[in-house]
């Protein structure tokens, strides 16, 4: 969740405590423009279009990073099995970061350098990395809640991976998330280039797996 710092509106550690007061202001801020038909210009302040975003997220994050001090040092490559459901089908839900920090695709990544892709177990992508807050609003209703390990689901990757001795199928689908940040990427620089905009196709260049390091994953069964 730390990842949700990247687009905050106002200080950028999201992880100051002093930092939450505006958050709440914000969030009242929201409460009053979904209940009430208001002129934004007599707001005693502006509101930003990012506040009709992710700011609930950090809010989360806060709350949690105070009684879960430690998620500064979780180790990369952690993962978990949760149940999927009539919205979210059985696939995976990888958390990278992009190595390379000077590049992000056609500045459209608010998470940037961090990337998530929801595939499907047969590699389709169910919520692609431009979409961040569909991702975390799938991210937190898969896994909100759950303070103890399904046990039940556990044994069943265990099984299909052999007790993580045989992950060929999610280096698969790591491979297929990564390939469609470059598809995606590929779409926007032609549509972009057909639209007569002036684009440098060699600028930015994603190259794959090397460009990425794997911070966490979600098996969804």
């Not at 958390?95 to 990337?115: A, C, D, G, M, T």
């Not at 940040?181 to 684009?199: A, R, T, W, Y």
């Amino acid at each position: 969740m730390k990842i949700v710092d990247m687009t905050a509106t106002g200080d950028d550690n999201v992880l100051s405590p002093e930092e939450k007061g505006d958050l709440e202001y914000r969030k009242q801020q929201l409460k009053r423009l979904q209940e009430e038909v208001v002129d934004i210009e007599e707001m005693s302040t502006g509101i930003s279009i990012m506040d009709l975003g992710l700011n609930e997220f950090r809010l989360d994050l806060l709350d949690y990073i105070k009684e879960h001090p430690e998620l500064e040092k979780a180790p990369h490559g952690m993962n978990a099995v949760v149940s999927a459901t009539d919205e979210l089908p059985s696939g995976v839900i990888f958390v990278l970061r992009n190595v390379k920090n000077e590049v992000n695709i056609n500045s459209q990544n608010r998470l940037h350098p961090f990337y998530m892709v929801y595939l499907s177990e047969d590699g389709e992508v169910v919520i692609d990395h431009l979409s961040p807050k569909e991702m975390l609003d799938a991210f937190r209703l898969l896994c909100k809640g759950k303070k103890e390990p399904d046990w039940e689901l556990c044994a069943i990757f265990n099984k299909e991976t052999d007790d993580g001795r045989k992950m060929g199928k999610y280096s698969e689908l790591l491979g297929d998330s990564i390939a469609s940040i470059i598809e995606i990427k590929d779409e926007s620089e032609i549509d972009s280039f057909l639209s007569g905009k002036q684009m440098r196709f060699l600028s930015e260049s994603i190259n794959g797996l090397d460009d990425f390091e794997l911070i966490s994953f979600l098996v969804i069964k």
